[in-house]
């Protein structure tokens, strides 16, 4: 399902890099090596190489693995980066990380009952004791989805990814306030200079998440919530916050919860 967005990937992610900086704060703050779980073409995990860390990037996707590699090669990266393709609900790396992470909205992609819960039991199991869990959300503030509605938007008109060719991206969206999901149908129309067309599309769902409810999913999943963040800046979560972001902790085996709160305060 993913595959068909390979090809547009690193256009629809054009100049968005907000959220390096806070991804590389926190790699130096726990250390390497890392697990980014659906890692895609590598926006988030080339540069946390480049820094000097140690990756692994696992992605559902076998299209968006192979852009990711022909990157990791390019930059001469092969050494730090390990790609593995699978599906992040049947995750089992037989080893932990002192950080797991999910960029940008990749968490909502577990968008059917049970997925959540199973994907962090998944990532707690590679988290080793002491390591920290973050995950990077849209805050589900009114609006915050733009258009849901069902009206057809123009989203980019962008050279590339064919040289000579431009992609225009329209999309639209349908929000489910009761199953908490956006259903998105993109449209990318490859146009050549002399006008010839190529239509993709791509569907998919994004669930969205409350900060309640994922305070209880951390809880669930035995992880202690250490914060919930409203920025890249780790911003304190309000009602005008534009991201939600829980960092949680796999607790250290035998120490007590009082000394849980200590270590986390
Ligand atoms: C929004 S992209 C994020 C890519 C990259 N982390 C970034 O920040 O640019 C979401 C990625 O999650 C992957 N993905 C979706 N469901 C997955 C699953 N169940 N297991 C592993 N990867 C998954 C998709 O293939 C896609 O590459």
Not at 63 to 78: I, N, Y
Not at 187 to 204: H, K, N, Q
Request: hydrophobic share 40%; with cysteine; net charge negative.
């Amino acid at each position: 399902m993913f595959d068909v967005f390979a090809r547009f990937y690193d256009l629809d992610t054009e100049g968005l890099n907000a959220d390096l900086t806070f991804w590389l704060q926190l790699a130096r703050r726990t250390g390497g090596p890392v697990l980014e779980v659906g890692c895609g073409t590598g926006r988030v995990l080339i540069p946390l190489a480049e820094a000097g860390f140690s990756v692994v990037g696992i992605d559902v996707s076998p299209a968006m693995l192979a852009v990711a590699r022909e990157k990791v090669k390019a930059r001469g990266l092969d050494e730090r980066v390990d790609l593995v393709e699978c599906n992040a609900l049947d995750l089992n790396l037989g080893r932990t990380f002192p950080l797991v992470f999910m960029a940008l909205n990749s968490f909502g992609h577990f968008a059917e009952p049970g997925e959540p819960e199973r994907a962090l039991e998944r990532m707690r199991a590679h988290l080793e004791p002491g390591g920290l869990l973050a995950l990077d959300l849209t805050n589900p503030t009114p609006g915050a989805f733009g258009e849901t509605t069902g009206l057809l938007i123009h989203e980019y008109t962008r050279p590339g990814p064919c040289p000579g060719w431009q992609t225009v991206k329209l999309r639209s969206q349908w929000q489910s306030f009761v199953a908490q999901r956006i259903e998105v149908s993109c449209i990318y129309d490859e146009v050549s200079a002399s006008g010839e067309i190529r239509r993709t599309l791509a569907p998919f769902a994004l669930r969205y998440f409350y900060p309640q409810e994922l305070r209880l999913l951390f809880e669930r999943a035995g992880l202690v919530l250490e914060g919930m963040y409203g920025s890249y800046d780790l911003d304190p979560l309000d009602d005008d916050s534009d991201r939600l972001i829980p960092i949680g902790r796999n607790p250290v085996r035998g120490a007590s919860s009082r000394d849980r709160r200590q270590r986390h305060a």
